[in-house]
């Protein structure tokens, strides 16, 4: 089975840098994507902060480009996030996601971390 550990996210202050971390473990046959994702509050829908894919391209969301940069080890099957000039509306709980081809499933389905709380408050 595939397994996803965050690590990295606490509380800073405004205008303060974290960087997360997340590490893909089992039998992965090959990454397509490696995403990060944040909900600010329960009941809110998840949102695309960044993603990387195979290739190398990134994409990032609106209100984060310039300040965040997602990175990703292949040999590792690792992916961070670094998260500088951090805003209040940053706050939130942010999960890792994969899309990858393993052993014993068809298809590339799609993996989760159980996520880790980044506050950003002064």
């Known amino acids: 089975q595939v397994q996803l550990v965050e690590s990295g996210g606490g509380l800073v202050q405004p205008g303060g840098s974290l960087r997360l971390s997340c590490a893909a473990s089992g039998s992965i046959f090959n990454i397509v994507a490696k995403r990060w994702y944040r909900q600010q509050a329960p009941g809110k829908q998840r949102e695309l902060v960044a993603?990387?894919?195979?290739?190398?391209?990134?994409n990032y969301a609106d209100s984060v480009k310039g300040r965040f940069t997602i990175s990703g080890d292949n040999a590792k099957n690792t992916v961070d996030l670094q998260m500088n000039s951090l805003k209040a509306e940053d706050t939130a709980v942010y999960y890792c996601?994969?899309?990858?081809?393993?052993?014993?499933?068809?298809?590339?389905?799609?993996?989760w971390g159980q996520g880790t709380q980044v506050t950003v408050s002064s």
């Open positions: 996601n994969i899309l990858a081809s393993v052993q014993g499933r068809v298809g590339i389905p799609e993996y």
């Open positions: 993603a990387i894919f195979s290739g190398g391209i990134t």
